[in-house]
C-alpha cells in the first residue's frame, strides 16, 4: 500500500493497465473465466461473478495510440469486413483472427509478435449493451459465432423523449436480470447480491472521483487540460468496479486540485482560448491533435466524451442503475444532446467548438451536423469540423485539422 501512495497518478495509470491484461492472462492460464465487454456495458454483473474483464474499445484505441492500428486493419480487410465497419471492430476483428489463428497453429502469430498491442487473451464469454450504438450488437455476436462462445446482449432502447419513462427503466431492469440469470449458468454458481451491492458501491465511488477529475476544466484558468481525461479514460471503461480507477483518480483530482492551489496550470504560458471537443479521440493522432491547439494557445476544457461514464445511481436500486445505463447521451434525442453539450459549454466557459466527424461512428458524426447548428444558433460561438476516425489512420489528414482550427482559433481570437 505504501508503493502505492508513493506513485503519481501517470505511474498508476500504467501500472493499474498492465495489471488488467496480466489478471485476464492469469486467468485464463488458470482455467478461468475471461469475459471481452462493450465499454458501457455494466461490469458490475461479471466483476461479481470473479470473471476478469477484457475491453476490445479500449484495446483497440491503445492499439491505434500506439501506431499498430493498421496491422489489425489489415487482417479484418483480408477476411472480408468492410472498410464502413467501425475501425474499433475492425481492428478487434483483426486482432481474434490473428490469436485464433496463432492458437490453431500452436505457435504465436508473427503479426502480434511485431505488434504494440497489450497482449489479451481471447474471451470465453462476451458482453454487449447497445445503448452507445448498435455496430456493437453484430460486431460481438460474430466475436460469438467466430469463438463459439456464449453472448450476453443487454437490450438499452433508444430515448426519444426525455425524460426517461419508468417502463423503459423497467425493461432495462428486466435486461439485467436476465443477464444475471445467464452469468449463473455459464458459471455454475448463484449470483452473489451482498457481493454485487458492493461491487456497485465500488462503481459509485471510482465514478465520483471521475467527476471530480473532470470538474477542474471549469476552473479559468484551466489546471487541466481536457486530452489529459482521454488519457486517463482506459481505468473508467476497464476498472470502475474495482477500486484501481478510484485510486488512480484520487490521486490525479489530489495533485490537480494541489497544482490549482499553488496556481499552476494547464499551460505554462497564458490559454488564450478554450474550446469544446465533440466526439471520440484520433486516436493514433492523439499527440498530433492536441499540439495543433496547444500552438495556438487554444485549450480543450469541454467534451461530452469523457462524461459518457458519468454513470451514477443509487446501488442497491436495478431502476437507477438502468436509468444510468440508458441516459448516455448519444442514447438520447437530439434535444437533449444539445442541451448536455450547451451544458458542457457553458461549464468549460468554451470560445468555440470542434466536431470531430468520425467516419467509425457514424451516430455522434450524423448528429453533429444538426447539433452544430443548434449549439451556434444558441450561443452564436464559432465551430469548425474535421474529417477523422477513432482508430483508422488513413481516415485522418494532419493538414486538414491544422488548417481548420487554425481558422477557428483566428475567429475565436477575433470575437475576443
Known amino acids: 500500500m505504501s508503493e502505492i501512495q508513493d506513485m503519481n497518478s501517470k505511474q498508476l495509470l500504467a501500472m493499474y493497465q498492465e495489471k488488467l491484461d496480466e489478471e485476464a492472462r492469469q486467468a485464463k492460464k488458470e482455467g478461468r473465466l475471461v469475459c471481452w465487454s462493450a465499454s458501457v456495458a455494466p461490469p458490475e454483473f461479471c466483476v461479481t461473478m470473479d470473471i476478469a474483464m477484457v475491453y476490445p474499445e479500449t484495446h483497440a484505441a491503445g492499439i491505434g495510440a500506439r501506431k499498430g492500428a493498421l496491422d489489425m486493419l489489415q487482417v479484418a480487410d483480408q477476411k472480408g469486413y468492410s472498410l464502413d465497419i467501425c475501425s474499433y471492430a475492425r481492428v478487434n476483428l483483426g486482432y481474434m483472427e490473428c490469436l485464433k489463428q496463432a492458437a490453431l497453429q500452436g505457435g ?3 503479426i502480434l509478435a511485431n505488434s504494440p498491442a497489450a497482449k489479451v487473451p481471447l474471451p470465453d464469454l462476451v458482453i454487449t449493451c447497445n445503448n452507445i450504438c448498435n455496430t456493437l450488437l453484430k460486431w460481438y455476436e460474430n466475436l460469438a459465432a467466430e469463438l463459439n462462445i456464449p453472448c450476453i446482449v443487454i437490450d438499452v432502447p433508444f430515448n426519444h423523449t426525455m425524460p426517461i419513462p419508468q417502463y423503459a427503466k423497467d425493461y432495462i431492469a428486466a435486461q439485467f436480470k436476465y443477464a444475471i440469470s445467464q452469468l449463473e449458468v455459464i458459471c455454475g454458481k ?48 476497464c476498472a470502475r468496479s474495482l477500486d484501481y480507477a478510484e485510486i488512480t483518480f484520487k490521486k490525479f483530482a489530489d495533485e490537480i486540485e494541489e497544482n490549482l492551489k499553488n496556481g499552476v496550470y494547464a499551460f505554462k504560458g497564458a490559454e488564450s482560448t478554450r474550446v469544446c471537443w465533440e466526439g471520440i479521440a484520433v486516436w493514433p493522432y492523439l499527440g498530433h491533435t492536441f499540439k495543433s491547439l496547444k500552438t495556438l ?10 462524461g459518457l461514464w458519468n454513470l451514477t445511481y443509487t446501488p442497491g436500486d436495478m431502476s437507477s442503475m438502468a436509468e444510468a445505463y440508458t441516459r448516455i447521451y448519444i442514447n438520447t434525442c437530439l434535444d437533449n444532446k444539445v442541451n448536455v453539450l450547451m451544458d458542457i459549454v457553458k461549464d468549460g466557459q468554451c470560445d468555440g467548438v470542434v466536431y470531430h466527424l468520425n467516419r467509425s461512428c457514424k451516430l455522434m458524426s450524423f448528429l453533429n451536423v444538426e447539433t452544430a447548428d443548434a449549439i451556434q444558433e444558441r450561443t452564436g460561438l464559432p465551430y469548425t469540423s474535421f ?15 491544422d488548417t481548420r482550427v487554425q481558422a477557428l482559433s483566428e475567429t475565436m481570437e477575433s470575437r475576443k
Request: net charge negative; no cysteine; proline share 8%.
Open 190 to 237: 448463484p449470483f452473489d447480491y451482498d457481493k454485487f451491492l458492493k461491487v456497485q458501491e465500488q462503481t459509485q465511488r471510482s465514478v465520483a472521483q471521475w467527476n471530480r477529475v473532470a470538474s477542474f476544466t471549469q476552473h479559468k484558468p484551466s489546471p487541466l487540460n481536457g486530452f489529459d481525461l482521454f488519457n486517463f479514460m482506459a481505468l473508467i471503461v
Open 108 to 110: 504465436e502469430s508473427e
Open 387 to 401: 474529417d477523422g476516425d477513432q482508430t483508422d489512420p488513413r481516415n485522418f489528414a494532419p493538414a486538414q485539422f
Open 297 to 306: 494557445n487554444s485549450i480543450m476544457t469541454g467534451s461530452a466524451y469523457p
